[in-house]
């Protein structure tokens, strides 16, 4: 353990002090500080600027990452080596932290390659992946293409081989399989995620203090841990299974009532030993023996501040588990910059640009969550810290200390941290353009514009954080204008200024659609006497139908418009007394916003049209 961490704040070293005439280099860029020698993000010293561009860099490496036989290299590899295929197996959550980070960023851009990713990464990984259903583990996904690492066929463990697999695992992307049925409806994703869930809930275990609930490692066809290997029978990654039962019990799906007895197990045991010893066991799939993970401890935390029923001291417990994880895992290499690195585990004592923006985004929870901002300023340095590690063309290291571009560390589990910090601070977002922070529920549907943003979620009830050029005029939901309030105590809108646009934060009741609009146009708005019409479906991509009652038949005008009031599809016809469904082909149309005008002799309507990205 010496030697290793010797090497490594030797090579810290190197890194922090190459560069022509003593400029001080961080990974990849020379470090930049403000007036008082405070670390600030390398591109741009407005973090939002800077962290927006660096995820927009990181998410175009992403995507056009090159394959190997049709299939994408992050399928098949742990890290990006170059052009050619690198048969390193993957990691145990890779493709469940992709999904995740690709979730919010799809909200937060609205780009709808992201789902598209997200569905190529599920439908990959589902395609061979799953243990046989008589298995004592059925029915879970294998995390690691151990038998052949050139293939996408998953069958084992990145250490043991075949046969082994990691239930934590399988539970993180069962969740993240649950959030993209929300967003595409497709309940292939959902019944596989009930099928993980009735596995795992069927297999858990009380624990104790040497045993968790679920195994880190175990054969899943027999149930046997691994013998010989310390560690195996130890990990508090459960974060995303107790997200899993407690989502499907919400929605009523699968079976509830031993969801519920699984989340209790779960809950008593985290409150009973992790959160008394520290001891938050091993989550990386590499290393052999047991280690003492930030990971495990920082998740645990958030997701203890986003329950406030954990217990009646959830803040100060989520209090203890960051100050612990500060204490035990803190590189003080750049205390001279104002900001503290973060150490992956207590096996491999390496400042991960991954491990610290956990850490530091979830300071920004805390502060958010309970008004104590003394870690503030402090967060945003380690956050910045972290941009280093990203190059211009998008490639993202782990470490200063390793070279290597993991495809988890620089990917997956790095853009949900920036984004998670900037929805708990949305005045680190960035103040140039409009982005949706973060949700309670899940974005189905996301479009900006420049005059309205329309989304739609999974929930009918739910929280939303804006970062905002300028204060809208209206917010609609489910065509019913909410109130702008001082304060959120019920359904309505809050803005917050700052000194460039400001911070929108909404709460809704009912319904799942959010129009925002800065204009005083709006579908709750008809011109001359109201006729009863209907379009569906709505969005829409390329044939819409509008339907209207009439007392009488008469002629008609169906006029679609932009919204600079431009004219782009007319259409007459000769409507009857009573029902009439009139099909309008839309297919010529760019997506946007668009208004469609029924005009009548005894009336007339306006409707709002979103026509999706095709």
Request: glycine share 8%; net charge negative.
């Amino acid at each position: 353990m010496f030697l290793r961490r010797f090497f490594t704040l030797l090579t810290l070293c190197f890194l922090l002090f190459q560069g022509s005439q003593g400029q001080q280099v961080l990974v990849f860029h020379t470090i930049q500080t403000d007036s008082s020698g405070n670390l600030i993000p390398w591109y741009n010293a407005d973090p939002g600027i800077s962290y927006d561009h660096d995820l927009g860099l990181i998410w175009n490496f992403w995507k056009n990452i090159p394959g190997y036989l049709g299939t994408k290299f992050y399928m098949t590899d742990h890290t990006y080596g170059g052009s050619t295929q690198q048969a390193n197996m993957v990691g145990g959550d890779q493709f469940a932290m992709a999904m995740s980070s690709w979730n919010l960023y799809y909200a937060y851009t609205g780009d709808t390659t992201l789902v598209k990713d997200m569905a190529y990464i599920a439908n990959t990984y589902l395609a061979n992946s799953m243990s046989d259903s008589t298995d004592v583990w059925g029915n879970l996904p294998y995390p690691c293409n151990a038998s052949n690492p050139s293939l996408p066929v998953y069958d084992g463990d990145f250490v043991l081989g075949a046969g082994y697999t990691q239930p934590d695992k399988a539970g993180s992307f069962a969740f993240e399989l649950l959030t993209l049925f929300k967003i595409t409806g497709d309940s292939n994703y959902l019944n596989t995620a009930v099928t993980i869930a009735n596995t795992l809930a069927a297999n858990v275990a009380h624990g104790d203090s040497a045993t968790s609930p679920y195994p880190f490692k175990v054969n899943a066809q027999t149930g046997v841990v691994p013998p010989g290997i310390p560690g195996s029978n130890y990990t508090s990654n459960f974060v995303s299974i107790l997200g899993l039962f407690e989502q499907l019990q919400a929605m009523g799906v699968g079976n509830t009532t031993q969801y519920d007895s699984a989340y209790n197990t779960i809950k008593t045991w985290v409150q009973t030993w992790p959160q008394h010893d520290n001891n938050w066991g091993c989550f990386f799939e590499d290393i052999v023996g047991p280690s003492n993970t930030e990971t495990n401890a920082v998740n645990m935390a958030r997701y203890i501040l986003n329950h406030p029923n954990w217990d009646n001291t959830y803040q100060q417990d989520a209090r203890a588990i960051l100050n612990w994880t500060f204490q035990t895992f803190k590189d003080t290499a750049w205390n001279q910059y104002g900001a503290t690195a973060i150490f992956e585990q207590s096996a491999d004592l390496k400042p991960g640009g991954s491990h610290t923006s956990r850490y530091a985004s979830t300071e920004l929870i805390y502060a958010d969550k309970t008004g104590d901002t003394s870690r503030v300023a402090e967060a945003i340095r380690e956050l910045n810290w972290a941009t280093y590690l990203c190059d211009t063309d998008g490639q993202c290291r782990f470490s200063p200390a390793e070279s290597s571009v993991w495809y988890t560390d620089g990917y997956g589990d790095y853009v949900r941290h920036f984004l998670r910090g900037m929805g708990a601070n949305p005045k680190i977002a960035p103040s140039t353009a409009n982005h949706l922070l973060s949700t309670t529920s899940v974005v189905s549907y996301i479009q900006y514009q420049p005059q309205e943003i329309d989304y739609r979620v999974f929930d009918t009830a739910s929280y939303e954080v804006l970062r905002l050029t300028s204060k809208p005029l209206q917010v609609i939901a489910n065509g019913i204008e909410l109130s702008e309030q001082s304060q959120l105590t019920g359904p309505g809108w809050v803005w917050k200024p700052y000194a460039t646009g400001g911070a929108l934060k909404i709460f809704r009741s009912g319904g799942n659609s959010v129009e925002i609009n800065w204009y005083p146009l709006s579908v709750t708005q008809v011109s001359g006497q109201a006729l009863a019409a209907q379009l569906y479906p709505n969005p829409a991509n390329n044939r819409v139908t509008l339907s209207f009652n009439l007392s009488r038949a008469q002629n008609a005008v169906i006029a679609v418009t932009n919204v600079n009031g431009q004219k782009v599809i007319e259409t007459r016809t000769e409507a009857q007394s009573g029902l009439n469904t009139q099909p309008i082909s839309i297919a010529g149309l760019a997506s946007g916003i668009y208004f469609i005008k029924l005009t009548a002799a005894e009336g007339s309507t306006l409707n709002k049209l979103v026509i999706a990205e095709k």
